[in-house]
């Protein structure tokens, strides 16, 4: 108790403490104890502002993550090219979708973004994320990471950015795409430029990359998991990127240039077939599971088991028989039946390739065709069909006309890559030969591309222009 | 007529003692090291202060009685104060009282729940006194909340603040507290989800508030906020409903926590519906707050409740089956006559075998099994420590095997005096509850048990063998019947809240009052949720991985400080008096939710490890809010005039610059006019404004990089394409309130009609980014909303006398539109327009629903509809006849739209009760009738896609929510047999939702498949069936 003058106290001391009191929690409210940090994600502007060692090479693993999005799902891209170049079939009795649109329809559709507005977005956060990672870089001293060290982030990145705006060409064609991307992420989006703009902006991408891996020492200061098994170095992971040089060298057309990538690729008669770059699955927790082992509305296209040859022992090409299965009693689903299902990708963990050995093989026969060489690319076709098909070579296969070689060609590449990211699709179109595609219904159509999105068009153009309609 | 002057505003002591609301309420807080110092300080600050004590001149002693008006009967447990001291002293069973008070004249507050407060002044030298009070039967003089720290009496209130006591609350047995809130308060929606037991209901006050933010109002349970987070079971990891067109995992029929509170534990609810009433709740208050206070001990011997019930719940409605007549008809529906062979045929045949229909719905949800309730309760104390302990057990048994929930719960709430200034207030309440749930609402896996009868005819019969094995359904993935036994849906929760109140009077003089009020306390729980769903399911091999083993646990914590002082001045003689109050408060939100997913069970184990395929998912949010206020409340005229004005400033960390001030202004008047008229007691005018404000979510400022995936174990970050503002902040709520207040005919009827109008602005929206970009969603502000409303409240008790009538009723009505969107019109919600969606446009209201129409050739996108009722009407009345007391409740809604996708499965699957109805009659041309070619049912299928009318559908509904009739036996044949120990005994049959009018052909027009949502309620997928409940209770007082 005080002994204070009472009377005098209460009147003055007590709202003196009072607001003492209250003054003190208002002073002291500087505000620090609120600041709350994001506790389920790292920020990007912390990594963009202040990289660190770690956090750099982390976002560079993660491009093996965000290259993998949208792969292996249901409607990724290897099942909507697959559907397209009519390799297989999605019976999901809940969404309609993958018939009505897909099959038919007056052209894929911009706003759906599980379909015809599809396989865009999720390539370009994996090229958002390849930008954050190589303009990180810039942020860390010689100390925190060695001038060849950056080199081969650099070189893996810009890679792995290739394979992203290739697979984003692939799907759009000549309605092109956007190559200025980057941005501050606060400034829109740049323009949509042609596809030969596209493809010039990949091959220079691919050229830089290699520079970058030649400067690049004697290993990668992060790993590369299983997928990349054996193009692990620089050395050797400069052979996976020529070999997407390769490929794009011959979509272009560009044949001469197509062989010298080839020369310098993991190009190897002498190799597995199957060597190569693989997107890896699994299901360990947060890892993503293969999807088109999960689904059993995935089916095959029935065309596969009419065209499949056979050898003089009447066996069925062995590819047929290694990927697919007849089943027991056909499936149905909007009137359309199969009765051929996938053995490919019976497991969650199965991995899918981005590019093998024998897709070289087989573009340098195509390269090798362009080239009028056919005897030679008569040879690759022949190892394939051998090799691969467990078929008999054809003889003379080099003398006859360019045009039947390169049916040979597309049919290889048909069972060889089958259901592996839309290489049938790509090809006939390439060779404007979609509509030598098997339709199974009067009023079904192959599209020939997808639009580009709803949500990218309306910021670019106000949804005007063609490449957004759903024009296929 | 005279009116009691209105209790003494701000001071804390007479309505704290006596049992009824305290009148201080107060934010929050947490321990952090500042904060710890700031604390340490003010309770410095209180002791120097409480250290100031006033000396008594000379007492004298003051005996007297406090009876009833009516009966003459004494009232135990009256508060009696002398105005501006804290003596106060409480009556004892006959009512009477002894009392030293100064020697001078002193003014008597005689108050207790439930009768008119009375003043009276008391001249020296006399020494005894008799009081007669009142019955309050329409309430008029409760105290209503008004600041953080102070209430007001009813009388001179600013806002329309509804208010539900405890005897409003507990007439028939409610699942949850918000149950027992539906139809009776004006300007609340309060709507369930669907029939699952153990809650899931959302309450709306006044209508639309916010698009994307928040869409729950601030709980506050004895000063403490009290999550009402809805944290999904993760059930859709099995039945896949975020699989489809809508990704939402809301879709888990989830319970929103407020379910954990006992009903017969609360004393009071208060309700402020809007900003106008609530500003001094700042960012927390955008969507109204719920200010519930529990029972505190009251003076005298312990006295003891018993409340035994017992019950049944019975499944209130049924779909029904199309009716398969010959075997042809089957054929002709399920064979492709292109495709089917001789032996598809046979096996059909075998299949629709005799054509015995079976009642599908009934076998899975027509169980009776008892259910039960056991409340005891005690309260008690003395003038230095009082009591009240509470207990509970209840079990409700679902309609559907294995499901219901078992609650217990206990609270103890203290008071206690601390020598003459302090007086200390501990309230703890733990509650443990476990709901299981069945598997309903959408889904995307054929396994949700109103997801799989659209698609089974009613000839095939899916009940258990004798072996205990059940048949596989042929048209379909999973027998219902075979799920609801064999599958665990477990929700698991345990719950503690705390809070401790410590208040000193400082000053006490007949004009000068001042008191602090220190308030802490904590709301923590973890809910766990077990799912299990063996191998021997008949969808669980399906994926290649049999059984599933889903385990979740979330926990929250709030923690809450806040520090208040509440000063009064009432000058001598004058007319006026003034309470200045200010405060601090503090609250920390931090709930983490980490799930795992176990597939491919080893041997079928119910046990995470032993699955193969094990994911794991882990999510946290902490808010921390932080805020100061200063109030006036200025009562003027002989307390005919209260003038109001308050400010509050707050921040808020979700906020982009969690440092920064937002402020919240409110200012309020009435006038009343006293006995204007002969009939008319009293009118109030009032009007009020006040401002709010609703922050953005949880992690919507933030650009974050994903750290949750990785391939083959190496670890990764990506880009995720969401993109914050770095000037993200809160909604802005804006609202004017006015309207008045009567009180007729002798205080037998009161009217209150209240209008107001809100304008929110800076909404918090979400934009579209070119995804080139590699962004996708970039959050903001911007756009306006505006929502306005009228709400009546009429009370009123048309006899009384031998027989007591007293009659409420509530009506209310609201419209929202939006009045400026700066991004282009966007859909929220539903799954598309081809099966109803909710748009958000320009001009519109918020909560049109749109949908694919065709007009002759042509399909087009429409408005079809609005989920927003056209009015609410509640209408409660209350008989006493002697010993029995009749009570029912009427909930009419009138209008609004559902989208009911349940009929849209049913007619897919060719199999709704009405699908093969004959065909209707299109137009007459001439004599001739000119008929629809098409049934009913595939009239309906046809204009899928391009017509989807048929399914959006009214969703008027009248309910008899409650109804009771009790009988309270006489008092001479209660203490004949069992003496004097005993009080009351009552019996009670009682029901809930026991009728239903409707027009709506899905099982409940109260339904959301997506659980609370700010706008994109009213769609009907797949629920869980609806129930009414029927019970016997007996309450017995000792």
């Known amino acids: 108790m005080m002994t204070i003058d009472r009377k005098r106290s209460r009147t003055a001391a007590l709202p003196t403490a009072m607001l003492a009191a209250l003054g003190a929690f208002a002073a002291a409210a500087c505000g620090d104890e609120l600041v709350v940090p994001d506790f389920n994600n790292p920020g990007l502007e912390e990594l963009q502002n202040n990289p660190t060692r770690a956090a750099v090479l982390n976002a560079a693993q993660g491009l093996l993550i965000s290259s993998r999005a949208q792969i292996s799902s249901a409607n990724g891209y290897v099942s909507l090219l697959g559907i397209l170049g009519r390799e297989s079939y999605n019976f999901d009795g809940s969404d309609p ?130 997928g990349y098994s054996g193009f692990n170095t620089p050395v050797t992971f400069s052979e996976f990127n020529r070999g997407l040089a390769a490929r794009v060298a011959v979509y272009r057309g560009n044949y001469g240039e197509a062989l010298t990538a080839l020369g310098q690729s993991f190009l190897d008669t002498s190799a597995p077939l199957d060597l190569g770059v693989y997107h890896t699955f699994s299901t360990g927790s947060g890892d993503t599971q293969n999807g088109l082992a999960a689904s059993p509305d995935i089916l095959a296209h029935p065309s596969l088991d009419d065209d499949a040859q056979m050898n003089a022992s009447m066996e069925l090409d062995a590819r047929f028989t290694e990927k697919l299965e007849v089943l027991a009693a056909p499936e149905t689903q909007q009137g359309i039946s199969t009765d051929v299902g996938f053995l490919l990708y019976s497991g969650l963990g199965d991995p899918i390739p981005i590019i093998k050995n024998e897709e070289l093989i087989l573009l340098r026969a195509e390269a090798l065709l362009g080239l009028n060489m056919p005897e030679d690319a008569a040879d690759d076709i022949n190892f394939i069909r051998v090799n691969s098909g467990g078929l008999d070579p054809i003889a003379n296969l080099g003398t006859q006309s360019a045009d039947a070689i390169l049916d040979e060609l597309l049919y290889n590449k048909r069972y060889s890559l089958l259901f592996e990211g839309g290489h049938r699709w790509i090809d006939m179109r390439r060779y404007g030969k979609l509509d030598e595609l098997p339709l199974a219904s009067t009023g079904h159509r192959v599209h020939e591309r997808f639009p580009v999105p709803e949500a990218e068009c309306l910021e670019q153009t106000g949804g005007e222009t063609g490449i957004c309609s759903a024009g296929s | 007529m005279q009116f009691p002057e209105a209790p003494g505003m701000g001071s804390v002591g007479v309505d704290d003692l006596r049992g009824g609301k305290p009148r201080y309420r107060h934010l929050n807080t947490q321990a952090e090291g500042t904060l710890m110092r700031r604390i340490a300080m003010l309770v410095f600050a209180l002791f120097l202060s409480g250290g100031v004590s006033v000396l008594h001149a000379q007492d004298r002693q003051l005996t007297g009685r406090v009876t009833a008006g009516e009966t003459g009967a004494g009232i135990a447990g009256v508060a009696v104060s002398v105005r501006g001291t804290t003596a106060t002293t409480f009556t004892n069973d006959d009512g009477s009282f002894t009392f030293r008070v100064p020697n001078r004249t002193v003014t008597l507050v005689v108050a207790v729940i439930g009768y008119r407060t009375q003043e009276l002044s008391v001249p020296v030298g006399q020494q005894t ?248 309760s005690v309260s008690g104390g003395n003038e230095a420590t009082r009591y009240y302990v509470s207990g509970l057990v209840k079990n409700d048994e679902g309609v559907i095997d294995n499901t219901g929930v078992s609650k217990e719960a206990l609270r103890v709430n203290l008071d206690q005096r601390l020598g003459e200034r302090f007086n200390l207030q501990v309230n703890t309440g733990l509650t443990h509850s476990v709901a299981n749930r069945g598997l309903t609402n959408n889904d995307n896996s054929g396994t949700s048990f109103y997801m799989v009868f659209p698609f089974t005819p009613n000839f095939v019969d899916l009940r258990e063998r004798a072996d205990g094995t059940f048949p596989a359904n042929p048209f379909e993935r999973s027998n219902p019947l075979q799920t609801a036994s064999l599958i665990v849906n477990d929700e698991n929760v345990w719950r503690f809240t705390a809070a401790g109140n410590l208040t000193t009077n400082v000053v006490t003089r007949p004009q000068h009052e001042l008191s602090f009020i220190l308030g802490g306390g904590v709301d923590w729980f973890n809910q766990e949720n077990d799912l299990f769903f063996p191998p021997s399911l008949q969808f669980e091999p399906l994926d290649g991985q049999p059984g599933t083993r889903l385990e979740g646990q979330a926990n929250n914590l709030n923690a809450n400080i806040s520090a208040n002082a509440v000063y009064t001045f009432r000058p001598e003689g004058a007319s006026w008096s003034s309470t200045t109050s200010g405060g601090y408060s503090h609250l920390d939100q931090d709930l983490e939710i980490v799930r795992v997913e176990a597939r491919s069970l080893t041997g079928g184990e119910n046990q995470i490890d032993a699955g193969t395929n094990i994911q794991v998912f882990d999510n946290r949010q902490r808010t921390k809010v932080e805020g100061v206020f200063v109030q006036e409340e200025l009562l003027l005229l002989e307390d005919r005039l209260l003038l109001t004005a308050a400010m509050r400033a707050d921040r808020n960390s979700n906020n982009a610059d969690p440092t920064d001030f937002f402020y919240y202004p409110k200012a309020a008047a009435s006038f009343r006019f006293i006995e204007p008229s002969s009939w008319l007691d009293h009118l109030k005018l009032r009007a009020a404004y006040g401002e709010s404000g609703n922050p953005p979510l949880f992690g919507q400022k933030f650009t974050p990089l994903d750290a949750s995936t990785n391939i083959g174990g190496l670890p990764g970050l990506v880009v995720v394409g969401t993109t914050g503002a770095d000037d993200l902040k809160i909604e802005r709520q804006r609202e004017i309130e006015t309207g008045f207040d009567a009180t007729m005919f002798g205080a037998r009827a009161s009217l209150e009609v209240t209008y107001y109008k809100k304008f929110v602005s800076d909404l918090l929206l979400s934009r579209s980014r070119a995804p080139s970009t590699g962004f996708t969603t970039e959050f903001f502000n911007g756009g306006k909303l505006e929502t306005q409303g009228i709400e009546v409240a009429l009370a009123a008790t048309p006899v009384r006398g031998p027989i007591n009538w007293t009659t409420r009723a509530t009506f209310f009505k609201d419209a929202s539109e939006v009045t400026e969107l700066p991004v282009p019109s966007f859909r929220t919600g539903g799954f598309g327009t081809a099966l109803g969606a909710f748009q958000i446009e320009e001009g519109a209201s918020a909560t049109q629903i749109v949908a694919d129409i065709s007009e002759g050739d042509s399909s087009f996108v429409a408005t079809v509809g609005d989920a927003n009722p056209d009015f609410k009407l509640g209408w409660v009345n209350d008989i006493d006849i002697g010993g029995f007391n009749v009570y029912f409740l009427w909930d009419w809604q009138q209008g609004g739209e559902l989208i009911n996708l349940t009929k849209l499965l049913y007619d897919f699957g060719g199999n709704t009760a009405d699908y093969d109805t004959d065909p209707q009659f299109v137009e007459r041309i001439g004599p001739v009738e000119i008929m629809d070619t098409l049934t009913l049912g595939e009239r309906r299928v046809t204009g899928f896609g391009v017509e989807t009318r048929p399914y959006i559908e009214d969703a008027s509904y009248l309910k008899l929510r409650e109804a009771s009739l009790s009988y309270t036996l006489p008092e001479d044949l209660v203490q004949g047999m069992w003496g004097t120990g005993v009080d009351r005994i009552r019996l009670t049959l009682s029901g809930r939702n026991l009728l239903t009018f409707t027009d709506y052909t899905g099982l409940d027009p109260e339904v959301s498949n997506f659980g609370n949502q700010p706008i994109a309620r009213n769609i009907d997928v797949a629920p869980f069936p609806p129930s009414r409940s029927f019970w016997l209770s007996v309450d017995v007082n000792f």
């Open chain 1, 97 to 226: 979708r993958f018939v009505t649109e897909m099959l038919a329809g007056a052209g894929l559709n911009a706003s759906s973004p599980a379909f015809g507005g599809n396989l865009w977005t999720v390539r370009y956060n994996s090229i958002r994320t390849a930008n954050v990672v190589i303009n990180a870089l810039d942020g860390l001293s010689d100390n925190d990471m060695s001038p060849a060290e950056k080199a081969a982030v650099r070189g893996f990145a810009r890679t792995l950015q290739a394979l992203d705006f290739l697979e984003i060409i692939n799907t759009r064609d000549t309605n092109g795409a956007v190559i200025d991307v980057d941005r501050p992420a606060s400034e829109p989006a740049g323009p949509i430029v042609s596809r030969d703009a596209v493809f010039d902006h990949i091959e220079s991408l691919l050229d830089q990359a290699n520079s970058d891996l030649a400067a690049a020492g004697a290993s990668f200061p992060f790993s590369l998991g299983a």
């Open chain 2, 129 to 376: 006194v008799q009081i007669e009070l009142d019955v309050d039967a329409l309430a008029l003089d409760e105290l209503v909340v008004t600041g953080a720290a102070t209430a007001m009496s009813r009388q001179v209130l600013a806002n329309a603040v509804s208010t539900v006591s405890d005897e409003e609350l507990d007439r028939a047995p409610a699942a949850t507290i918000e149950h027992s809130l539906q139809g009776k308060v004006a300007g609340a929606v309060i709507d369930g989800n669907s029939g699952a037991p153990g809650g899931g209901v959302q309450v709306r006050l006044r209508g639309v508030s916010t698009i994307n933010g928040v869409s729950e109002p601030l709980y506050v349970v004895d000063g403490v906020s009290m999550s009402n987070a809805a944290i999904p079971s993760n059930q859709n990891a099995v039945t896949r409903a975020g699989a489809g067109s809508n990704a939402s995992n809301n879709q888990d029929a989830v319970v929103n926590r407020i379910a954990d509170l006992n009903p017969e534990e609360i004393q009071s609810i208060e309700i402020l519906k809007g900003a106008s009433a609530a500003a001094i709740y700042g960012s927390q208050a955008a969507n109204g707050v719920v200010i519930i206070t529990t029972k505190r001990g009251q003076v005298g011997r312990p006295r003891f409740n018993l409340t035994q019930r017992f019950g049944v719940f019975d499944l209130s409605n049924t779909l029904g089956f199309r009716q398969w007549e010959t075997f042809d008809e089957v054929a002709a529906f399920f064979l492709d006559p292109s495709e089917s062979t001789a032996a598809d045929t046979a096996a059909m045949a075998d299949l629709y075998g005799s054509g015995q229909a079976f009642q599908h719905e009934e076998l899975l949800a027509g169980r009776n099994d008892l259910s039960y309730e056991t409340n005891l």
